[in-house]
């Protein structure tokens, strides 16, 4: 690890997508049970907002953690319009997987893990103004370090 200073960042990110919470191995009464109106046979949409946290050294030149134009391309490219004005149950990444809040903050995460500028630190998913959801990362995963 480098003896420069290191900080973390926080970015907002938003995309709307829709999603059906429903597993066939359960009875109709158990998937009303379960999952209560997100259960509603056409689905129903969410605006989320992601908020990644980053860390790393700060870079002596530039004075940052990592170039925020660089993550904004990269969330861009990798996230938004992957699942922005998508329903979440036809994307592959959700084919054996209930398209939780949850899940989809794990899909978030590789997602940025392969971010190659700074180390994901946290995802944090707003689904409503009262449902958000953190993953930190699989506890024996290894988390990427790049010393600029």
Known sequence: MSNRPHAALSRRYHFSASHRLHVDALSP?????????????????HNYTVQLTL????DPDTGMVTNLADLDQFAEREMV???DHENLNMLECFRD???TTEN?????WHIFAEYPHATLERVRVEETSNNSFDYFGAEDAPKHRTEV
């Open 97 to 99: 997987v209930v398209p």
């Open 55 to 58: 860390s790393g050294a700060i």
């Open 29 to 45: 009464e158990e998937n009303r049970a379960t999952f209560g109106k997100c259960n509603n046979p056409y689905g129903h949409g």
């Open 104 to 108: 989809l903050a794990i899909e978030i």
């Open 81 to 83: 319009s992957r699942f």
